[in-house]
């Protein structure tokens, strides 16, 4: 098979657990049922906030990023598992770091999953939620700035203060505990002012910490690669989850298993509403 004729074909995930169990399926397949569309933030555990998703990547000794970035953990499978989740959430959540050390772009390109969207009664691009104390971002350092049809809203606890101006126009979320980002008063407003219902968090792993020290995460997509990172600097050490230790661990339920080339692509149902804030930081 020739080089392009193999990267049209897309990836094959072996489902090794439920009822799917043996059964090879794309990205795409496995995407699609999950039926993220149809689920709805109404239950009583998660009542005025959308479902709140993880997506992250590690490698087999635990490392988050390899030469600084998470994008080479892992395989193709992984990433186009990653690429066929952004079309099936109303937003995406990154905090600031990882869009910078990832330069983030236009959230989905492809016209046709574009089409998808719409197709799946979403907007054609994701509302890209940065979450940023700061607000040093600018075009040049985060390029999905630049992108004339992406729809970014940035969560902060700073009261006063915008982003330089750029081609695309950005809606600010402010909302702010002992100086601190209120992690659920900004999700609850992402849930009113543009009824997002499914939201996918891409990290980093600070962030990760405080969703789920304040229990407001639902499922956990991790691939674990078959690599090892090594290394004993701080940007080494950094696993998919930083910042201060769980008290209580979070529990995990394994809802699903996929394989791929060694990679193993798991998803998790995620303990319930822990009822704290998140950690200063």
Known sequence: MSS???ASTPAVLTALTGEAAGRHLSAAQVVERLRLGNLSSSS???RGRPRVFLNMASTADGRASLGGRSGTIGNRADKELFLALRTAVDAVLFGAGTARAERYRRLVKDESQRRLRLERGLAAEPLACIVSASLALSPESVPLLGEPDARVAVLTPCTAGELPVGVVPVEYVRASREGELDLRAALAELHTRWGVRTV?????????GALLAAGLVDELFLTLAPKLGGGADAQASLRIVCGPELSPPVELELLEAFESDGC?????????DRGARPPAR
């Open 4 to 6: 392009d004729a193999s």
């Open 44 to 46: 009583p555990a998660i």
């Open 200 to 208: 996918m968090c891409e990290g980093g792993p600070h962030l990760n």
């Open 264 to 272: 193993l692509l798991l998803r998790y149902g995620v303990g319930g």
